[in-house]
């Protein structure tokens, strides 16, 4: 992710933040479509990449999970630190592009929500490799699907994102990078790639 996206990040992470509760709650519902296809109960340690504001690192851990977050904005880690002081999950900064601070398998499912499609290609794969090599079992992606609209291409378009070729060749990339690839549907316009680590 370039700098002045971090930079923007950084900007307008406390209105991210007033979203919180809201995302919490969307996210419970995610995680109960995810249970209807992985008994997580064989699972304990959970990565959450590129973790924000910390509504899914919150949601994993009242789940009952181990839980860490690594995050490239420093504004959005703030604000997951002052939501999640209270609740045992580790967070961690990084740069973007750089490798996680974890050795190989050292996570059983390792998830990222709404991240690849904001990076290019290039850093995507560095992010599915990296994904791949920290998790034991499961990466899973939540992320947009193919069904697009105008609101969310506008508002992608002015993030500067690499959102229209994400959502083109999201399902090429994957199989490319991962052992195996099923996608599961949450709304019109998300779905959960659940994926299979290459090793």
């Known amino acids: 992710m370039p700098k002045d996206h971090v930079k923007l990040f950084?900007?307008?992470?406390?209105?991210?933040?007033?979203?919180f509760n809201s995302q919490v709650e969307y996210y419970r519902k995610v995680l109960a479509i995810l249970k209807e296809?992985?008994?997580?109960g064989n699972y304990i340690k959970?990565?959450?990449v590129g973790c924000g504001t910390g509504a899914l690192c919150y949601v994993l851990r009242e789940a009952g999970f181990?839980?860490?977050g690594v995050e490239v904005s420093a504004g959005m880690l703030a604000q997951a630190m002052k939501r999640l002081k209270n609740m045992d999950i580790k967070t961690y900064k990084i740069n973007p592009g750089e490798g996680f601070p974890?050795?190989?398998n050292f996570f059983d499912v390792v998830t990222a929500s709404y991240v690849a499609h904001g990076i290019k290609k290039n850093e995507r794969e560095i992010l599915y490799k990296e994904m791949s090599r920290v998790a034991k079992h499961y990466v899973i992606l939540h992320d947009y699907n193919q069904n697009r609209d105008f609101f969310t291409s506008f508002v992608e378009w002015l993030e500067g994102g690499d959102y229209f070729n994400f959502v083109k060749e999201v399902k090429k990339e994957l199989k490319e990078n991962f052992k195996e690839v099923k996608m599961v549907d949450v709304s019109s316009k998300a779905s959960l790639y659940i994926l299979q680590p290459n090793k």
Request: proline share 4%; glycine share 4%.
């Open 46 to 48: 959970f990565l959450d």
């Open 102 to 104: 974890f050795e190989d």
């Open 10 to 19: 950084d900007i307008i992470s406390p209105i991210y933040g007033w979203f």
């Open 37 to 40: 296809h992985i008994d997580l």
């Open 66 to 68: 181990e839980v860490s």
